[in-house]
């Protein structure tokens, strides 16, 4: 967490969680959060705010069911992001009020803070003049609340909700081991048919002079998009054969392109075929020059796999999973 906000909490004796950067505690009698992420977040009903910078999420849990009530604050809100600098989006659902502030700008340091705190110090007081409660502030239940962090984003929920999520993430993992392995050998073929177009693109954009960065992730891209129409779904056997079959296509593109290079250098003097030059490809390689600069390209590109094939692969099964890490950081004390 910045130093700022780490300062604006102890100064309002606000509570800060370290493991899951959040700030929590009373703020104007209202429950309230600072949640700081540099990730994309979605507030309920916006639009999706890349932040490339370091941002905060503000929570203010208040509960009602008044129509009146909710539609007061939610037109108090819209009008908020352009009277208060830093402030990008707003939301409100009759649970909870979110504020998405993005750091910034010059000389931005000595200011977020009071534009947090006039955010904080204006809506709680209109909070205050209705009557609001605090609530789970996923279905409104305002007993044995605790705040939890799921899959890294802190929420102030009931038991009922957080046996909820547990429930539907062991059941989508249930559900993902009942598949079993899937069909193996299409999802081969599917690999490979996927890298061969990955080939292709590699060569091209090899031949419009890029970096072989891009071309490697359309290949490892394509091949597991290839193992999984055709295999059925993504498996740990499934990433380890997409990252092989990556591998192998890629000196396959590598030599594609020795060969194009060949075919350049003699087909107008000798007359040779593309396919004479790619069976000489191996001859050159011997040629410490041409392998030298052979060589770097092969290295950077095999890493480039290697690096996209295990991110990839931990993001495709963490989607199949549905792996959701619960972790209770206090219990709500009203
Ligand atoms: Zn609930």
């Avoid at 295999?231 to 392109?257: D, N, P, R, W, Y």
């Avoid at 890493?303 to 972790?327: M, N, P, W």
């Amino acid at each position: 967490m910045i130093k700022q906000i780490r300062k604006y909490a102890q100064e309002h004796q606000l509570t800060w969680d370290v493991k899951s950067n959040f700030a929590y505690g009373k703020y104007n009698g209202q429950a309230i959060g600072i949640w700081e992420t540099n990730d994309q977040y979605l507030p309920a009903g916006n639009q999706p705010v890349r932040a490339l910078k370091i941002a905060h999420v503000v929570k203010i849990w208040a509960t009602t069911d008044d129509p009146m009530v909710i539609g007061t604050i939610q037109g108090y809100l819209q009008q908020m992001p352009g009277k208060v600098e830093f402030l990008q989006q707003t939301s409100y659902d009759g649970k909870l009020i979110t504020a998405f502030f993005v750091t910034g700008g010059s000389g931005w340091a000595k200011r977020y803070t009071a534009a947090i705190d006039v955010f904080l110090r204006d809506v709680t007081n209109l909070c205050a003049s209705y009557t609001v409660t605090t609530g789970c502030e996923f279905c409104k239940a305002p007993d044995q609340l605790g705040l939890y962090q799921i899959n890294q984003v802190p929420y102030l929920v009931c038991p009922n909700c957080v046996q909820e999520v547990n429930q539907q993430a062991s059941q989508s993992k249930a559900q993902f081991q009942a598949q079993g392995q899937g069909n193996v050998l299409s999802g081969i073929v599917g690999a490979c048919l996927g890298a061969l177009l990955g080939v292709v693109l590699w060569v091209i954009i090899y031949q419009l002079g890029y970096i072989s960065m891009i071309g490697a992730l359309a290949l490892v891209v394509c091949a597991f998009k290839g193992y999984e129409v055709m295999g059925g779904h993504m498996t740990k056997l499934g990433i380890f054969i997409c990252c092989v079959v990556s591998v192998i296509m890629l000196l396959f593109a590598e030599q594609i392109c020795v060969a194009l290079l060949i075919y350049d250098a003699f087909h107008a003097e000798e007359g040779i075929s593309f396919f004479d030059a790619f069976r000489a490809v191996p001859y050159f390689l011997m040629e410490a020059e041409v392998l030298k600069a052979v060589l770097p390209d092969v290295l950077l590109g095999g890493l480039c796999v290697i690096g996209c094939g295990i991110e990839r692969g931990i993001r495709v099964y963490k989607d199949r999973t549905g792996a959701v890490a619960t972790r209770m950081i206090t219990r709500f004390k009203n």
